[in-house]
């Protein structure tokens, strides 16, 4: 078997997209953490931001950050397209509700209005941090002021706080999806990992809204 | 529970043949007994049907007591109706109610082409089987049978997935039309047991092979597949299919 054959098989396209959801799974982690930076205040928060856009080893992982998104949102349409292919006359009636989680039939869309969300972020907060890099480095690109500016717009606030509901569904789901995906349903790990991916989901949506609202709502200076 | 008769509007996909466009046809049915079986409330159907030289409903059926896999239907839409682990033949009509309307159609599947009217084609599934589910047996005197320890664990979760009767409600269930409950199970009661551990390899990697040739979609792990189906396989036999493949993928030259 090859590594073709193995990862384009139907079982193997799934373990690319549970492989790298588990990487954004972390990747959220990181990125939550480092900007809650903003909590503590504008000068920590802009030295973080300083270090996270400097660093090789940082820059690096962005590169694997962007391959693994490309790769989740390819193989995820892959498996959606083949998916829609496999039922080409539908039911008159279907009780869907009765046997699955609605949001659990709905990454595709989930995962679509993320991904929207993600192009309108970048260009927020990525390309200028990325164009401030190339430009002279003796004033350093506050993001600080950056993020307040982007979110004293209501509008853009409440589009954040959508996205991040979007987001809280394609976890509730994704995260344990990836495990049972790897192989692992066990009688005791199980409900663990169901009761950690609630927990974590809830806890990161919380702390990403959280953000907006500060500035908005001016809870920070 | 007390019994009562029933009269019912009947909505029920009618197709001549597997090029034919198929439709809804609508039908009355008058004084169905609640103890009847939904099988038997299609045979008064039929009869009446036949009484007015109309042509019968195909619907597949065979043992009607639950264990042979032949009967299927999506009833009210759900695969075998609204009970849980249960198959349409042992769905009693005391799950309806005076007046109600029932829409029957085919499995809906790329994979199970219909054939006429109810019936359609599973072969697919006996082509996954052929491709791996089976084990090499030695000729000769049969061994003593316990020669071969199994853990008890092992034993009962071979068991269960072996409880499969192969009807494809999780592929009828499934939002992506996939066959990886059954997959899973088939894979899982043979790589549990001794007497399967010599094509273990090659029996996972042959029928998802096989699976994805005949046109099933790719498991998103919503497990409708495991609330519907009648035998109530566990999803943990697709997690175990998956690490199966991992295995045996990795393992392979």
Known sequence: MTWKQFFSASVGKKFTVALTGIFLILFLIVHAGVNSAIFVGRDDFNNIAHFMSHNYIVRILEIGLFVGIFLHIIQALIVWRQNAAARPVGYHMSKANKNSTWYSRSMGLLGTLILLFLIMHMSHFFVGTKVALYLEDDAPHDLYEKMREVFSNGYIVIIYLISLVALFWHLMHGFQSAFQTLGLNHKRFTPLIKTIGVGYTIIITLLFASMPLAFYFKWIE | ?253
């Not at chain 2, 088939?186 to 998802?208: D, F, I, W």
């Open chain 2, 1 to 253: 529970m007390e019994h009562y008769n029933m009269n019912l509007t009947l909505k029920i996909w009618r197709q001549a043949n597997s090029g034919a466009k198929g439709s809804f046809e609508t039908y009355q049915v008058k004084d169905i007994s609640s103890e009847m079986s939904f099988l038997e409330m299609f045979d008064v159907l039929n009869e009446q049907l036949i009484a007015e030289n109309k042509e019968p409903i195909a619907f597949d059926h065979d043992c009607r007591e639950g264990i042979c896999g032949m009967c299927s239907m999506y009833i009210n839409g759900q695969p075998h109706g609204p009970w849980k682990q249960n198959t349409t033949c042992q769905l009693h009509m005391r799950a309806f109610k005076d007046g109600d309307t029932i829409v029957v159609e085919p499995w809906r599947s790329r994979a199970f082409p219909v054939i006429k009217d109810l019936v359609v084609d599973r072969t697919a599934f006996d082509r996954i089987i052929q491709a791996g589910g089976y084990i090499s047996v030695d000729t000769g005197n049969a061994q003593d049978a316990n020669a071969l320890p199994v853990p008890k664990k092992d034993a009962d979760n071979a068991f269960l997935a072996a409880a499969c009767i192969g009807c494809g409600a999780c592929v009828a269930a499934c939002k992506n039309g996939s066959a990886m409950l059954f997959v899973g199970a088939k894979v899982s009661q043979l790589a549990l047991l001794p007497q399967g551990k010599p094509e273990r390899e090659t029996r996972v990697l042959n029928m998802v092979a096989q699976m994805d040739k005949e046109g099933f979609g790719n498991c998103t792990n919503t497990y409708a597949c495991e609330a519907e189906c009648p035998k109530g396989i566990s999803v943990a036999n697709i997690a175990r299919l998956n690490l199966e493949y991992i295995h045996a993928g990795l393992n392979s030259e």
